[in-house]
T-cell receptor
Framework: AQSVAQPEDQVNVAEGNPLTVKCTYSVSGNPYLFWYVQYPNRGLQFLLKYITGDNLVKGSYGFEAEFNKSQTSFHLKKPSALVSDSALYFCAVGDQTGANNLFFGTGTRLTVIP | DADVTQTPRNRITKTGKRIMLECSQTKGHDRMYWYRQDPGLGLRLIYYSFDVKDINKGEISDGYSVSRQAQAKFSLSLESAIPNQTALYFC?????????????FGDGTRLSIL
């Protein structure tokens, strides 16, 4: 079975500082990993994904994520946080069956302080 | 994602009532999904459909049913609503052209059952 864990319910960071939102995963084979962002009263928006290849994945809005197989992690990062980055962030893993469904973490609320 | 439209956006109803949530998409995607979001639990899959003749149960299908009326339409029904079905419900779509494509979400329906 596959799963993801987001160990932090809340992350606070000052505007202009680097941010990291953590995600660890558990799968039996090669992982397919995703990050989504949710703004208030909106659905989830896709940020980036890792399927194979380079361990550093670049995505929308200046975000990137680093895949680390030995630590089974896929942390989301941004070099300089903006107030507008404040939102709820979800990590997800694709299942290993033909259905390719997603299993989501519990979410991390990021607050960027001006 | 404006290409995935959910109606209604908000609904308040009473225990025992039948409720239908509707989802339509203009993305031309074959795959459609229904999730519920609860605070601290992330998103959980209720049902998914890979085409009009294909309906599959997800992680938490009890108490729910779905109908795929057309490629573009996928509705979720609560036959007899109960208070613990109060949640935020999301519809999502995905292309089947290639595996591990991201899902595209509607803006959700906030359902309250009194």
């Amino acid at each position: 079975a596959q799963s993801v864990a987001q160990p932090e319910d809340q992350v606070n960071v000052a505007e202009g500082n680097p941010l990291t939102v953590k995600c660890t995963y558990s799968v039996s084979g090669n992982p397919y990993l995703f990050w989504y962002v949710q703004y208030p009263n909106r659905g989830l928006q896709f940020l980036l994904k890792y399927i194979t290849g380079d361990n550093l994945v670049k995505g929308s809005y200046g975000f990137e994520a680093e895949f680390n197989k030995s630590q089974t992690s896929f942390h989301l990062k941004k070099p300089s946080a903006l107030v507008s980055d404040s939102a709820l962030y979800f990590c997800a893993v694709g299942d290993q069956t033909g259905a390719n469904n997603l299993f989501f973490g519990t979410g991390t609320r990021l607050t960027v302080i001006p | 994602d404006a290409d995935v439209t959910q109606t209604p956006r908000n609904r308040i109803t009473k225990t025992g009532k039948r409720i239908m949530l509707e989802c339509s998409q203009t993305k031309g995607h074959d795959r459609m999904y229904w999730y519920r979001q609860d605070p601290g639990l992330g998103l959980r899959l209720i049902y998914y459909s890979f085409d009009v003749k294909d309906i599959n149960k997800g992680e938490i299908s009890d108490g729910y049913s779905v109908s795929r009326q057309a490629q573009a339409k996928f509705s979720l029904s609560l036959e007899s609503a109960i208070p613990n079905q109060t949640a935020l419900y999301f519809c999502a779509t995905r292309s089947a052209d290639r595996d591990n494509q991201p899902q595209h979400f509607g803006d959700g329906t906030r359902l309250s059952i009194l």
